[in-house]
């Protein structure tokens, strides 16, 4: 049963594997482990690596209720809170040497919105109301010093004056404003509505989500743009097919936490469209590809992408009742336990592989980009969504 593989795939792997990453001696977790599994315990920490990962953790205790977990989650709360908050010009700072000291001291706003999803996920296993503050003093600090009127600015300096984005920008074009930092100020944001309420962040919500409608989402290609100007123009042809596939299920679950109809019933109508045309033009059969270039797709098989793609098929079944959407999911399952978790003993999950299942060497197991964020979801989604299925 689907659900009962995902909680063993959390259980048996995912979480001791990011457990054997905990630094009891400098805090937080270990930042590197490269392809042929060899820890780098003396490599730089990325904060968004620690924030993912104490927002893993969280998220694993309020579901299985181990104290271990809690304790994991603790670790990475305090190694945010204590090191990698900046107390003069406020917010997180982009990366910490292994001792916690700031190495890149950017401010981004991809950034400030993972560690906002973090201590909210914090606090909602914990109770501790210092981190629900920290989280609100970053939603006001994005508010105050990252946008304009247009929408949401992305990179600064240390003492937030604006500078080129360097490290949300891919492709051969340097973007402005970026789909992704977008939809994750998205995620953190839902998270602190939820566990607070709070009426100014809803209304941030709904400004996001009118830059989705109106600024992100083509109607005619049935796609987000992925790389914008200031003022939210296309520079590039580039459909992000992982991001669309997670944008529909992230931007239904906020619409389900703000409960307004009239809303749910517009945007839906969107997400319907990026759960089809991704899996028109994505998903093969077996898997999903990871984007399309100026009409060249990507075939390779990113591991977030098909951690991302096993959530969004199941909301679109959900939504929707399609058949072919589970089917979707489940064949991409089956082709992660076949392809994408790596067998070797101390490992997790490959980073990538060909359309064809085979891992392609060099890139690293563990780095600031590489965690248990997206495939921990998963197993937490599908236990969540499928928990009195028959197929769960």
């Not at 959390?10 to 905990?22: D, G, R, V």
């Not at 247009?150 to 984005?165: I, K, M, W």
């Not at 789909?179 to 919500?205: D, F, P, R, W």
């Not at 064949?331 to 978790?341: A, Q, R, T």
Request: hydrophobic letters at 35%.
């Amino acid at each position: 049963m689907l659900v009962d593989e995902m909680k063993e795939e959390l259980e048996s792997h995912i979480i001791p594997f990011w457990m054997s990453l905990k630094d009891d001696i400098n805090g937080g977790y270990y930042g590197y482990m490269d392809y042929d599994l060899k820890l780098y315990m003396e490599h730089s920490k990325g904060v968004i690596l620690n924030s993912r990962i104490t927002w893993f953790f969280a998220n694993a205790y309020m579901r299985l209720k181990d104290e271990k977990l809690l304790s994991c989650a603790r670790h990475g709360y305090e190694f945010l809170r204590d090191k990698c908050i900046d107390r003069q010009f406020g917010g997180v700072y982009w990366e910490m040497d292994h001792k916690g000291n700031p190495i890149d001291t950017t401010k981004h706003t991809y950034n400030q919105a993972f560690a906002i999803y973090a201590l909210c996920a914090y606090y909602e296993a914990s109770g501790d109301e210092r981190a629900l503050e920290i989280a609100t003093e970053i939603y006001d600090l994005i508010e105050e010093k990252c946008t304009d009127e247009y929408g949401y600015l992305e990179a600064f300096t240390v003492d937030f004056r604006p500078q080129s984005n360097e490290k949300l920008s891919e492709n051969g074009v340097m973007a402005a404003k970026t789909m992704n930092t977008l939809l994750h100020v998205l995620e953190g944001y839902t998270q602190l509505y939820k566990v607070s309420g709070a009426k100014k962040v809803e209304e941030s919500i709904r400004r996001i989500l009118n830059i989705f409608e109106t600024k992100v989402y083509n109607p005619t290609l049935k796609r987000q743009e992925v790389f914008f100007d200031n003022e939210y123009n296309s520079i590039i042809d580039l459909h992000s097919y992982g991001h669309d596939i997670e944008t529909a299920w992230l931007v239904d679950r906020t619409l389900e936490i703000l409960d307004d109809p009239e809303l749910k019933k517009r945007l839906a109508e969107i997400t319907r469209e990026l759960t089809k045309q991704t899996y028109k033009v994505a998903f093969d059969g077996n898997s999903f590809a990871n984007e399309c270039e100026k009409g060249v797709v990507d075939t390779n098989r990113v591991w977030w992408v098909q951690a991302e793609a096993v959530v969004g098929f199941i909301n679109g079944w959900q939504a929707t009742g399609k058949s072919e959407y589970m089917e979707a999911a489940m064949s991409i399952w089956k082709f992660i336990k076949d392809k994408i978790i790596d067998k070797r003993d101390g490992s997790e999950w490959f980073w990538v592989v060909d359309k064809d299942g085979k891992p392609i060497g060099g890139e690293p197991i563990v780095e600031p980009w590489k965690c248990p964020y997206h495939n921990g979801r998963m197993c937490f989604e599908v236990m969540d969504r499928l928990k009195n299925d028959n197929r769960g």
